[in-house]
């Protein structure tokens, strides 16, 4: 689930909003919040303002959650399975646009994944480059990322397919 607001509301405790991108929430499933790794249990599930047990993919929903501050949570945060790891270093199958004339190797871009944008920097490999994140990303294997550098026009640099998550 892709996060994007997180408050405290009275009586309720801390509660998230944000969108089902995969699979199904359920009450009383434990979550683990990337990148920060923390771990909590949905209280409850509120879809249209309406009380669920569980809401299944694209669903925009509110979570009630135990054991968890606002702030440990922020804007483009992903609520995931413990099954899922945040990543540092990709691999990367790259695709530059035809109107970037600069030097992939040596510049610095961003990577922008769900809400997330970080900056990196990347090296040639033996299967595309290896992309070094600024900081940790909830990216895996098979996921595309658009690459960007804020000075450049056009600013979009070209996407990125994940190939493996090395750290």
């Not at 499933?29 to 303002?49: A, C, T």
């Not at 270093?89 to 510049?107: I, M, W």
């Amino acid at each position: 689930m892709l996060i994007d607001s997180c408050f405290p509301v009275k009586g309720i405790g801390t509660v998230a909003l944000g969108i089902v991108q995969q699979g199904t929430v359920k009450v009383h499933q434990p979550l683990v919040f990337l990148p920060s790794g923390k771990i909590s249990e949905v209280k409850s599930i509120q879809v249209q303002d309406e009380d669920v047990r569980e809401a299944e993919q694209s669903s925009r929903v509110g979570l009630s959650l135990k054991s968890l501050e606002p702030e440990d949570v922020g804007k483009g945060d992903f609520a995931v399975e413990e099954k899922f790891a945040s990543a540092s270093r990709v691999e990367a199958q790259v695709a530059l646009t035809k109107f970037y004339k600069g030097s992939f190797d040596t510049v610095q871009f961003f990577v922008l994944s769900g809400l997330k944008f970080v900056p990196s920097k990347a090296r040639k490999s033996a299967d595309g480059y290896e992309i070094e994140l600024g900081a940790s990303m909830c990216l895996r294997e098979g996921e595309a990322a658009c690459l960007f550098v804020p000075e450049a026009m056009p600013r979009v640099i070209g996407s990125a397919k994940v190939l493996r998550v090395l750290g």
